[in-house]
């Protein structure tokens, strides 16, 4: 602080100030710009009325940001989430005791003055002409709420946060002529609701609502004269007088509100002394903001839900104009979140896998028809502490999964023959399938044919696996070299374009590239709700929709309710629906007696497929009924385990397949989501089966790991619980799609920039 002079007289800094406040604030006050009741009065004051004349008066009220709430198809609340934790109430809502306490410990001639208190305001020149400083404002609640616009309007931007609090005498002349616009526009009781609404009460509370409920978990309308001081005393300081961690001087600030109430008039004498007496009476409810607060484990979801509205144009031409919406807040958003679907899902997964295990699984549901997101659900909770994850295993990237997803193995060969069916293959097709062979070349593209110039192979699980096979059969024990022969059979073109149809693609957002090891045998990445849509076109007979969260959106401002739009799944036809029968058929197959048998369910119609990657480091299933679609992946998110001699969930494998960990996982949770709900039928064709007398080596080592060559080139697939492909990497099959390494060696940034906030990485 600047020093006096020897002499006693002010340093020149306090006479600059002095002469700064005398000129400017008692000039233009004088000149009677803002008497109570009468307003401007038009005298002129040279030099420092026309400067403040040239101030704007035109104070732009945003919007209140206020929380959002976030439900599922219910109504019932998922979570709460907000930039600032506040809900808008009207003056009558909130107690008569509570807007007395504010006016008279804030501004006791509030209903007398105008814009400016003008005793106020000449008490204060001279208090801060005396100290050189300005260390009293002689603030109205109107100059108070200015203030508190230009707080909110700022958001989290710091500086400018720091230039709406800065204590000068420019900025209180701005507030000074903003407060007289207001007066003149808003009225004393609007001022008064809009004051007690934007404030700042600690504790993350920022409005009298808000706080009521923080402090004593009740509605404003409803506070008493006690807590009302309470709450009137927080907001000069709400850090030094916050009750909940200075009980004693909380408790003095009280008072001191309800011996001024009794000053003005507001209460009597006695009833300020029976206030004095009484306890805080605190009945804190803690802050619960925020998608890891989700209720039913649907923390997940309800980040997915987040990220949708970031990054729909629906909701904003830019990301920035995205953003500004959803920390306005005062949205009201039911989701598709099925409570009993999302129950069923985080039930089974942690009966399956524990949180600690080496390995993670992730599982989402959709609606087949409606494109409906019905449960989303992963092992590793949402969270940034040991065991926990903010990556969302299920979704791509862009929505805050891994960069690439997860290598899919034989989960991908439905696709294939869904293209080999739409080419006018017959379901009976059959291919010599030996155990092991040379990948076929040339194979066609769309554009320059594969080449096999590297000498790639491919082989089943056991040698004993030896066709002819017809599809239904291969498709059952998922036969490598079958598929990798219809490939060559049709092309990569038209499986390219089934997958285009069916908008599967790798959890970055890119095409799949067109080599063997990519559409025949799932070597590249993709996530869960991918899969599950994808399956859901199957079970729709046919028609692909795109994955929805939001059902509706109500958003509230000010007083007023209005309905945004939101995005709506579109559906398109991918496959004819004699092609999508004829893939349920040769599915209902795979749970009736294939690879999938664990994962069957035996109370309705369903079928699936599952997928195993090579070294194990993957496994999936991905299953369907006419009404549910679901896919569970279970794997290392860093793709570093390989799940052999492991225990998962408690229970040891040998070897982890696709039928025997997400294959049960899938099983229990949809169990459970469709318990009392209908069960309609497949519309299943006739598929005859092979020559049931030939032996083709039955597979009689089930278990049996062959293992692989490591110093090969890592492949995609493990053939699905019985083969793996030898030596083929996404990126060396020599198509000019690259060299990305996601059939086995993964890049070291797998996870990069593909979360919300620091800590919680796998």
């Given at each position: 602080m600047p020093k006096k002079r020897s002499g006693g007289g002010l340093s020149p800094t306090q006479q600059a100030a002095k002469f700064l406040g005398v000129s400017v604030l008692a000039g233009a006050v004088l000149a009677g710009i803002a008497m109570p009741a009468v307003g401007a009065l038009g005298l002129a004051a040279k030099g420092s009325v026309e400067g403040f004349d040239a101030l704007p008066a035109n104070l732009k009220t945003p919007p209140l940001s206020q929380r959002t709430t976030i439900l599922d198809t219910k109504g019932d609340t998922i979570?709460?989430?907000?930039?600032?934790?506040?809900?808008?109430?009207?003056?009558?809502?909130?107690?008569?005791?509570?807007?007395?306490?504010?006016?008279?410990?804030?501004?006791?001639?509030?209903?007398?003055?105008?814009?400016?208190?003008?005793?106020?305001?000449?008490?204060?020149?001279?208090?801060?002409?005396?100290?050189?400083?300005?260390s009293e404002g002689a603030s109205t609640l109107t100059q108070q709420y200015v203030k508190n616009v230009f707080v909110e309007e700022a958001g989290d931007d710091p500086t400018k946060v720091a230039q709406a609090t800065q204590q000068t005498i420019g900025r209180k002349i701005q507030e000074l002529k903003l407060a007289i616009q207001v007066e003149e526009e808003l009225g004393k009781k609007k001022i008064l609701e809009n004051y007690l609404n934007i404030t700042f009460f600690g504790q993350q509370a920022y409005g009298v609502e808000a706080a009521s409920q923080r402090y004593f978990s009740k509605h404003a309308k409803d506070l008493n004269i006690q807590e009302s001081a309470l709450l009137a005393g927080i907001v000069q300081s709400p850090s030094r007088y916050d009750p909940v961690n200075d009980e004693a001087e909380a408790t003095k600030r009280r008072n001191t509100v309800l011996t001024r109430m009794a000053q003005v008039g507001d209460i009597s004498q006695a009833e300020a002394a029976e206030a004095k007496q009484a306890p805080l009476g605190l009945k804190v409810s803690k802050p619960n903001n925020g998608c890891i607060t989700a209720v039913n484990s649907a923390s997940f979801f309800c980040d997915y839900v987040r990220e949708v509205f970031l990054s729909d144009p629906v909701f904003g031409k830019t990301r920035k104009d995205r953003s500004k919406v959803w920390n306005q807040g005062g949205l009201t958003i039911r989701t598709t979140l099925d409570p009993q679907a999302q129950e069923s899902v985080n039930d089974s997964l942690k009966n399956h896998v524990y949180k600690a295990d080496s390995v993670a699984a992730a599982l989402t549901m959709v609606e087949p028809g409606t494109g409906r997101i019905v449960g989303m659900g992963q092992s590793k909770p949402y969270g940034y502490g040991k065991d926990e994850t903010e990556y969302n295993y299920s979704v791509d990237a862009a929505y805050g999964g891994s960069n690439y997803g997860f290598p899919t193995g034989s989960t991908f060969k439905p696709f294939l023959a869904a293209a080999a069916l739409e080419e006018n293959v017959p379901a009976t097709k059959e291919y010599s399938s030996p155990y092991d062979m040379d990948y076929p070349s040339p194979i066609q593209t769309c554009d320059k044919p594969w080449i096999n110039d590297s000498g790639y192979r491919v082989e089943n699980e056991n040698e004993s696996e030896v066709g002819p096979y017809r599809l239904k059969e291969a498709m059952?024990?998922?036969?490598?070299?079958?598929?990798?022969?219809?490939?060559?059979?049709?092309?990569?073109?038209?499986?390219?374009?089934?997958?285009?149809?069916?908008?599967?693609?790798?959890?970055?957002?890119?095409?799949?590239?067109?080599?063997?090891?990519?559409?025949?045998?799932?070597?590249?990445?993709?996530?869960?709700?991918?899969?599950?849509?994808?399956?859901?076109?199957?079970?729709?007979r046919g028609m692909y929709c795109t994955p929805v969260a939001i059902e509706s959106i109500t958003q509230k401002v000010g007083g007023e309710q209005k309905s945004l739009e939101v995005p709506k799944s579109t559906c398109s036809r991918a496959m004819s629906e004699k092609t999508a029968d004829s893939v349920n058929t040769l599915l209902r197959g795979v749970v009736d007696s294939g690879t999938g048998k664990e994962a069957g369910l035996s109370d309705r119609d369903n079928a699936g497929k599952t997928g195993t990657t090579d070294e194990r480091k993957n496994a999936w299933f991905v299953g369907y009924t006419p009404n549910m679609s679901g896919a569970v992946w279970v794997g290392s998110a860093t793709q570093k385990v390989e799940m052999k001699n492991i225990t998962i969930g408690g229970v040891h494998h040998d070897l982890v397949f696709g039928g025997a960990v997400p294959g049960p996982i899938w099983k229990d949770a949809m169990t459970g989501a469709l318990s009392g709900k209908d069960a309609p039928s497949f519309n299943l064709v006739d598929i005859p089966d092979g020559d049931k007398n030939k032996d083709k080596g039955k597979n009689k080592n089930k278990d049996k790991d062959k293992g692989r060559d490591d110093n090969k080139p890592a492949g995609g697939d493990n053939g699905d619980d019985e083969g793996f492909i030898a030596g083929l990497s996404d990126g060396g099959a020599g198509n000019g799609n690259g060299g990305s390494d996601n059939g086995g060696g993964f890049p070291g940034n797998w996870f990069q920039g593909a979360g919300n906030g620091p800590g919680g990485r796998d």
């Amino acid at each position: 602080m600047p020093k006096k002079r020897s002499g006693g007289g002010l340093s020149p800094t306090q006479q600059a100030a002095k002469f700064l406040g005398v000129s400017v604030l008692a000039g233009a006050v004088l000149a009677g710009i803002a008497m109570p009741a009468v307003g401007a009065l038009g005298l002129a004051a040279k030099g420092s009325v026309e400067g403040f004349d040239a101030l704007p008066a035109n104070l732009k009220t945003p919007p209140l940001s206020q929380r959002t709430t976030i439900l599922d198809t219910k109504g019932d609340t998922i979570a709460t989430v907000y930039s600032r934790d506040r809900t808008v109430v009207d003056l009558k809502n909130i107690s008569p005791y509570m807007q007395k306490a504010i006016v008279a410990i804030e501004d006791s001639r509030f209903y007398e003055h105008g814009a400016i208190d003008l005793k106020g305001v000449l008490r204060a020149l001279n208090k801060n002409a005396r100290s050189g400083e300005v260390s009293e404002g002689a603030s109205t609640l109107t100059q108070q709420y200015v203030k508190n616009v230009f707080v909110e309007e700022a958001g989290d931007d710091p500086t400018k946060v720091a230039q709406a609090t800065q204590q000068t005498i420019g900025r209180k002349i701005q507030e000074l002529k903003l407060a007289i616009q207001v007066e003149e526009e808003l009225g004393k009781k609007k001022i008064l609701e809009n004051y007690l609404n934007i404030t700042f009460f600690g504790q993350q509370a920022y409005g009298v609502e808000a706080a009521s409920q923080r402090y004593f978990s009740k509605h404003a309308k409803d506070l008493n004269i006690q807590e009302s001081a309470l709450l009137a005393g927080i907001v000069q300081s709400p850090s030094r007088y916050d009750p909940v961690n200075d009980e004693a001087e909380a408790t003095k600030r009280r008072n001191t509100v309800l011996t001024r109430m009794a000053q003005v008039g507001d209460i009597s004498q006695a009833e300020a002394a029976e206030a004095k007496q009484a306890p805080l009476g605190l009945k804190v409810s803690k802050p619960n903001n925020g998608c890891i607060t989700a209720v039913n484990s649907a923390s997940f979801f309800c980040d997915y839900v987040r990220e949708v509205f970031l990054s729909d144009p629906v909701f904003g031409k830019t990301r920035k104009d995205r953003s500004k919406v959803w920390n306005q807040g005062g949205l009201t958003i039911r989701t598709t979140l099925d409570p009993q679907a999302q129950e069923s899902v985080n039930d089974s997964l942690k009966n399956h896998v524990y949180k600690a295990d080496s390995v993670a699984a992730a599982l989402t549901m959709v609606e087949p028809g409606t494109g409906r997101i019905v449960g989303m659900g992963q092992s590793k909770p949402y969270g940034y502490g040991k065991d926990e994850t903010e990556y969302n295993y299920s979704v791509d990237a862009a929505y805050g999964g891994s960069n690439y997803g997860f290598p899919t193995g034989s989960t991908f060969k439905p696709f294939l023959a869904a293209a080999a069916l739409e080419e006018n293959v017959p379901a009976t097709k059959e291919y010599s399938s030996p155990y092991d062979m040379d990948y076929p070349s040339p194979i066609q593209t769309c554009d320059k044919p594969w080449i096999n110039d590297s000498g790639y192979r491919v082989e089943n699980e056991n040698e004993s696996e030896v066709g002819p096979y017809r599809l239904k059969e291969a498709m059952a024990k998922s036969v490598n070299t079958y598929f990798v022969q219809m490939l060559s059979d049709i092309g990569l073109c038209p499986v390219s374009t089934m997958a285009d149809k069916l908008h599967v693609h790798q959890g970055n957002g890119d095409k799949l590239p067109q080599n063997p090891s990519a559409l025949a045998l799932g070597s590249v990445g993709m996530s869960p709700l991918t899969m599950a849509s994808a399956y859901a076109t199957f079970a729709s007979r046919g028609m692909y929709c795109t994955p929805v969260a939001i059902e509706s959106i109500t958003q509230k401002v000010g007083g007023e309710q209005k309905s945004l739009e939101v995005p709506k799944s579109t559906c398109s036809r991918a496959m004819s629906e004699k092609t999508a029968d004829s893939v349920n058929t040769l599915l209902r197959g795979v749970v009736d007696s294939g690879t999938g048998k664990e994962a069957g369910l035996s109370d309705r119609d369903n079928a699936g497929k599952t997928g195993t990657t090579d070294e194990r480091k993957n496994a999936w299933f991905v299953g369907y009924t006419p009404n549910m679609s679901g896919a569970v992946w279970v794997g290392s998110a860093t793709q570093k385990v390989e799940m052999k001699n492991i225990t998962i969930g408690g229970v040891h494998h040998d070897l982890v397949f696709g039928g025997a960990v997400p294959g049960p996982i899938w099983k229990d949770a949809m169990t459970g989501a469709l318990s009392g709900k209908d069960a309609p039928s497949f519309n299943l064709v006739d598929i005859p089966d092979g020559d049931k007398n030939k032996d083709k080596g039955k597979n009689k080592n089930k278990d049996k790991d062959k293992g692989r060559d490591d110093n090969k080139p890592a492949g995609g697939d493990n053939g699905d619980d019985e083969g793996f492909i030898a030596g083929l990497s996404d990126g060396g099959a020599g198509n000019g799609n690259g060299g990305s390494d996601n059939g086995g060696g993964f890049p070291g940034n797998w996870f990069q920039g593909a979360g919300n906030g620091p800590g919680g990485r796998d």
